[in-house]
């Protein structure tokens, strides 16, 4: 059966140039970056050369760079961090209430040791308003945290707005941009941003190795205390092959962007324009143009995301959903209530995520196998032509 | 994730539909759980003739609510209110844990379809206890379940759930 993956939210396959680039460093080139002698010293010079292929992909300077193991990583790193740093100066964080869990559960953590939190709130597509963020700076501020583009959504969000409020008030500004980097374009400079974090494996590098961008100046403590690897922000031996894999797809990512983007912008559209016009009662979540390339967000309303999934699953079509039953917590997407979409409606969430390899075919596929699977669940719901419609959002 | 006879049932679900005019009709869950069924029944001589199910839920509520009427069919009023949770996880041959609470909810919505027919049998109305925030509580945080506890007391603490 013909495999078709828009799960790649989930996971991206690591291109073959990449493979074949971190696989020296398993073996032949095993130095430790730390020694002296030339083992490590060729090490040494490839972490170098991934640092600056990461940091071309943001338009940053390379001494900006601090290798992390995941995005997780680089998001905990950027908020603990800096909260820690900047103890003497201030106690309040502002964010927005879509955030991922990685920004979301490191701030629940802080502000159970006493920091403040605003959490600001989304209007119907997902979008921050950036003079929230203005009317929500005290003096006691010491960062503010936006992402840049939801995964789950699809909505990117104003963040050189965001970035340039937060300068005026030389208070540090972090994003989130793993849905981002490599992605779209992003640019740390024209987005007035001082923490930016990024991971591999959302542009076809291996999963294991993220990054923070730490703009020079920016007060951070780090987060593991041990060696002076990584500037003395981040101790550890160094993940030596992930962080060449990392740089590899840096290099690929910013070389096919634009033709990556060129050819998954019509497969989106048509996903957001066919997939409501083959099922009636179908939304479209998030924003309409302010949006990812790869993501589509629709709410099927009247059945629940799981059983799709399955029978999608059993058709080869692979994706996800932010239905409460498909999460671990059972709890309806935060993202999606944040929103203002009925919890109720939110269960019949559908996340289609694009990468570079899908088709017109696959489109296709999902426009020809959704329909009927849907018409068969909808057949067996008892919420089905009895609840008047359910409003989506906007 | 889903045993063969789940997804067996899950699949090609038994008794799907309503019953016009049926002697008991039994609702339980909200659609902000995830997981809603719906039961009608038709008794003769104290013994449920006809049990049909529309479930609005995951794989596993599907699966539950089909495999009740199979279970319920051809028992008595008294055998079927015996119908537990644990018989429908058995029967299925296993259920993920996070599921045992949520979508198990198959033989509540029966057992609701006789309370509703012995009422009208009584001449009353039946009124359906109101599903709480309970009935979609975080299961992982069930304590029922001693093997889960070590991990809840760390993710739902540190999570508030």
Redesign the interface.
Known sequence: MRIINLDHVAAVPVLPEVVKEMLPYFTEKYGNPSSIHSLGEEVEEAIGEARERVAALINADPSEIVFTSCGTESNNFALKGTVQANRARGNHIITSSIEHFSIM?AI??LERQGVEVTRLPVDCYGMVDPDDVEKAITERTVLISVMHGNNEIGTVQPITEIGRIAREHHIPFHTDAVATAGVIPVDVKAMNVDLLSLAANQFYGPKGVGALFVRKGVRIEPLLDGGIQENGLRAGTENVMAIVGMGKAAEIAARDMQSRIDHMLPLRDRLMKEVPAAIEDVAVVGHPTERLPNNVSVLVR??????ML?FLD?EGIKIASG???IS?????SHVMLAMGI????A?GSLLMTLGKDNSDQDVDDVVRVLPPIVQRLR?????YKRSGKVKASC | MYSEIVMDHFKNPRNVGEIPNADGIGEVGNPACGDIMTFYIKVKDNILEDVKFKTFGCGAAIAVSSIVTEMAIGKTLDEAMKISHRAVIEALNGLPKKKHHCSNLGSDALHRAIEDYLAKQKGRAYHKPEDGPEVCNCPICDVEDPEEAPYCATVCDRTGT
């Open positions: 559960h629940k953590t009247y059945v629940e995301g799981e059983s399955l059993m239905s409460a039953c671990r917590s059972l709890k309806v009925d919890a109720g409606a269960q057949d067996m719901s008892p919420l």
